[in-house]
């Protein structure tokens, strides 16, 4: 049984209500984090003289690692979340940070992978990551929060979204 607005309102405001507020804000924080991400990663890149890849593209490599996708695979495994792919893929293959080539299976298909350049980039954005994982751990930036909580939180979150975008039709 239900129990009337008045009755469930807190102060001035809804529950449900106070819910909304915090999770516009948290969808505000996730979107400042990434677009903050890329800045520190195109720092970093500036600083050590790196100017012909931008940190999309450098966390593109770093995110690709050591696998072989293809193009479309690379939103479906989360390596790449802009809509700008095929541009992206062109750059780093002719800058020769990616080798590409036609899939056997679907010649339609290009699959590509890290050259040694495009290793190099995965290993300068991984030791800035190491640095920040340092340096969150000594100055206990979580404080008592763990990121595997957070973790779990955002992972459910993204479960929920994709579940909306599934069933919508």
């Known amino acids: ?6 009755v469930a309102r807190v102060g001035d405001t809804l529950p449900s209500e106070d819910f909304l507020v915090a999770y516009l804000e948290t969808l505000s924080m ?3 984090l ?3 991400l890329l800045d520190v990663i195109k720092d970093e890149f500036e ?6 890849i931008n ?5 593109l490599l770093f995110n690709i690692g050591d696998n072989e996708v293809t193009a479309g695979e690379l939103k479906s495994r989360g390596y790449y979340q802009g809509s700008n792919v095929s541009y992206n893929l062109k750059k780093l293959v002719e800058c020769g940070y990616m080798h590409h080539q036609k899939c056997a299976v679907d010649r339609r ?8 350049k495009g290793q190099r980039i995965r290993a300068t954005v991984g030791d800035l ?3 920040h994982a340092d340096g ?3 100055k206990d930036v979580t404080g008592d929060v763990q990121l595997q909580d957070i973790n779990a939180s955002l992972r459910r979150m993204e479960r929920y979204w994709t579940d909306q975008i599934r069933y919508i039709y």
């Open 1 to 6: 049984m239900s129990m009337p607005a008045e």
């Open 30 to 32: 996730v979107e400042r």
């Open 34 to 36: 990434h677009r903050l």
């Open 47 to 52: 600083r050590l003289g790196i100017i012909d």
């Open 55 to 59: 940190a999309v593209q450098a966390l």
């Open 109 to 116: 298909a290009v699959r590509v992978r890290l050259t040694e």
């Open 129 to 131: 990551f190491q640095r």
């Open 136 to 138: 969150i751990l000594s």
